[in-house]
């Protein structure tokens, strides 16, 4: 049963937040007020340079960097949310599974199309890998790959083009609520039974056309690494909302993914919808479950 708070917020939301027809400069006005909380005193922040991409490092009082450290991929369709508005969900990300975290401001469309926001993921991605922050590199067996909607699609694709190109694949992938096949399989016949009251197919159909122009493929590999090569990638978890729009694409994969030798699971959050975790910081029930159960996994993956 959903519980009051997710309820509450579900109800406050406008009617036509996030419609088919909506242009990328219109979900940059309604994604704003979402993002770009102030974040807490302990928190630290430091701007850097990795691969050429403008990063953010990030620790709050939880984080343990004897633990491991953790690559953010932040999420907003491919087109709206900069790194800057995106360090609350960093703080977030910090605090739960208590390491520092790097966030990467990769480059919105329609402005920078497809490959450039997956170019700037594995550039930073490389750079830290041989440079790090403080020139100790980063270490990828205690690295963590964590995104969301969007991100969680960029993480994973980082991750295999990691595998690819030798540069060292993280310990573990979360994604959450992970836009993960741009031609979402959405409400299929064994879908959830009732909408994601948050985003439509319709949506992410209209921002796929914004990130790969009106002529690009949603079946690339690259760009839906839901249809990549799952082989030889580390521990994956998928976490969805049980009504999120992204569940059977997660569901899809974690199969395809298990018959490839790869360790994955979904994880489905009761009564989730597309980003529950994001409202962890109203207390939600439902994102409280979402983060505990991302923190086990971390436990498990982490080596630190």
Known sequence: MTSNLLAAVIGGM??????????AATTRAQMAPLHGHPLAAGTAIRMVEAGGVRCGWLSTPASRPERGAAVFFHGGAFVSCDLDAYLFYAEFVADHLQVPVVTIDYRLAP??????????????????????????????????????????????????????????????????SGWIDLATRGYGSDGPAAPDPFISEGFLAARARDYLGTDGDVTDARASPARASLAGLPPLLLQVGEVDVCRLDAEHVARSARDAGTDARVDVVTDGIHGVQGLINLGVPEAIAAWASVSRFADEVLVG
């Open 111 to 176: 402005e920078h199309r497809f490959p450039a926001a997956l170019d700037d993921c594995v550039a930073a991605y490389a750079g830290l890998v041989e440079y790090g922050i403080d020139g100790g590199g980063l270490d990828p067996h205690c690295t963590i790959f964590i995104g969301d909607s969007c991100g969680g699609g960029l993480a994973l694709a980082t991750a295999q083009a990691a595998r690819d190109s030798g540069i060292g694949m993280p310990a573990g992938v979360v994604t959450l």
């Open 14 to 23: 406008p009617a036509d937040f996030a419609g088919p027809d909506d242009d």
